[in-house]
């Protein structure tokens, strides 16, 4: 059981370049979200999705788009990369009751670097 | 500012104290996930708590959700060097699938 899997593991862009993180779950989880990690700041949620076709923004949206077309995949992406992009990301995934439905499962994380 | 805030940011203590961690909400708490991170690793799942008043505990771990669901603590019994980390509490303060962490507890155990 593959849980929940994140590419690439290390990334290095340019400024401006673009690039999508693709995250993969095989447990059947409605819930999905991608986190960004810097230091002293904790876990910030970027976006989540609810199910296939349904998104919406977290805390520090900006510069990120997601899109939900399957209940397996929940890909990030970065338009134009900006130095400010530069941390770890993590994408996690959940069955969805109401409120927290159990345990949220986290990928390894993909640390980025934009220069 | 944080809709939930950790305390302390940082901790170091001796090997054999006990300690606690603290996580707070501003408004009632519908569920709360504590998160272990070594540093520069992935998470690890300790526990979730779904009822005020629950009490959970895992191997020397124990967390705890108050009657008004609004902080949850983390005690930590006789540490030790394997403790040492980032904890980190999750919830979803609106109730909407938006699950949020707090800013992480680094804890620093001298053996």
């Known amino acids: 059981n593959a849980g929940v899997t994140q590419t690439p593991k290390f990334q290095v862009l340019k400024t401006g370049q673009s690039m999508t993180l693709q995250c993969a779950q095989d447990?059947?989880?409605?819930?999905m979200s991608w986190y960004r990690q810097d230091p002293g700041m904790g876990l910030r949620l970027i976006h989540y999705?609810?199910?296939?076709?349904?998104?919406d923004q977290g805390e520090v949206p900006n510069g990120y788009n997601v899109s939900r077309s399957t209940t397996e995949d929940f890909p990030l992406r970065l338009l134009s990369a900006a130095p400010s992009q530069t941390s770890v990301y993590f994408c996690?995934?959940?069955?969805?009751?109401?409120?927290?439905?159990?345990?949220?499962?986290f990928g390894e994380g993909s640390r980025l670097t934009v220069l | 500012s944080q809709e939930l805030e950790q305390s302390p940011q940082s901790l170091i203590v001796q090997e054999g104290k006990n300690l606690t961690i603290n996580c707070t909400s501003s408004?009632?708490?519908?569920?709360l996930y504590w998160y272990k991170q070594k540093y520069g690793e992935g998470l690890i799942f300790l526990m979730m708590l779904q009822k005020g008043g629950e009490e959970k505990s895992h191997e020397k771990i124990t967390a705890k959700l108050d009657e008004k669901k609004q902080q949850s603590s983390l005690h930590i019994t006789a540490s030790q060097p394997s403790h040492a980390g980032i904890y980190l509490c999750?919830?979803?303060?609106?109730?909407?699938?938006?699950?949020?962490f707090g800013q992480g507890t680094t804890l620093q155990v001298k053996p």
């Open positions: 996690a995934s959940s069955f969805l009751t109401s409120g927290p439905g159990g345990e949220l499962f």
């Open positions: 408004k009632t708490l519908y569920g």
């Open positions: 999705s609810v199910g296939a076709g349904i998104t």
């Open positions: 999750g919830a979803d303060p609106s109730n909407t699938g938006k699950l949020i």
């Open positions: 447990m059947n989880h409605e819930y």
